[in-house]
């Protein structure tokens, strides 16, 4: 079993920054990659940022150059740092392990509001 805990969501005013952290527990693979992911009222469920167990990243076009997505393997923790945030951000963010051969799991999400 694992568990995918979220913490670091709130509201912040338009320019402000936001660092969003998610701790992995339970059956952990060596190999794996842990992301996040967004959705908006009316909107479908989009990645946000990756990060594999390699350290290989990838990014919403939408977020590049404004969010960074990083991990402590030690800790199986995957952060997200959030800076020049916009109100088209706002969202609730969840948090994604996937272990490949269908062992993909989701934390509870986190809400983010970014005020104009």
């Known amino acids: 079993q694992v568990q995918l805990v979220e913490s670091g969501g709130g509201l912040v005013q338009a320019g402000g920054s936001l660092n969003l952290s998610c701790r992995a527990s339970g059956n952990i693979f060596s190999v794996n990659t842990m992301g996040w992911y967004r959705q908006a009222p009316g909107k479908q469920r989009e990645l946000v940022a990756a990060?594999?167990?390699?350290?290989?990243?990838n990014y919403a076009d939408s977020v590049k150059g404004r969010f960074t997505i990083s991990r402590d393997r030690a800790k199986n923790t995957v952060y997200l740092q959030m800076n020049s945030l916009k109100p088209e951000d706002t969202a609730v963010y969840y948090c994604?392990?996937?272990?490949?051969?269908?062992?993909?799991?989701w934390g509870q999400g986190t809400q983010v509001t970014v005020s104009s």
């Open positions: 990060i594999t167990s390699g350290g290989s990243t």
């Open positions: 994604n392990l996937d272990q490949r051969y269908g062992f993909v799991y």
